[in-house]
């Protein structure tokens, strides 16, 4: 399946890798690996992630897929022809900003 990041996740992607290379050479680029494994794995089958739990007024479910080695989540939409990513967002920081950003990406 197709997965779209939402331009505000792509914003959050970059920054993330971007830090993470500052603090070591080379980290960015682990988590910019780590991140892609999980968009592959979302791509192969969506369904198999768990739903967000507590978020249920959205038109699509929404779900998450943990990035390992990274306290980062992603969140997505999964629609009939393609997955929306919403966030790549910190696992610990800001829970549910992204939120307002569900359903309002067409594509």
């Known amino acids: 399946m197709r997965v779209v990041l939402h331009p505000e996740a ?3 992607l970059r920054a993330a890798a971007l830090w993470y290379e500052e603090q070591r050479p080379g980290l960015g680029g682990e988590f910019l690996a780590e991140v892609t494994a999980v968009l592959e794995r979302i791509a192969a089958n969506p369904h ?3 739903l967000w739990p507590g978020v249920s007024a959205t038109a699509e479910p929404m779900r998450r897929g ?3 080695r990274f306290p980062y989540v992603v969140a997505f939409e ?3 022809d393609r997955v ?3 966030a790549i967002a910190h696992g610990k920081r800001r829970p549910l900003y992204w939120l307002a950003r569900t359903g309002a990406y067409p594509v």
């Open 10 to 12: 792509r914003v959050e």
């Open 48 to 50: 198999s992630f768990p």
């Open 66 to 68: 943990v990035v390992h």
């Open 78 to 80: 999964a629609h009939a």
């Open 84 to 86: 929306l990513v919403l």
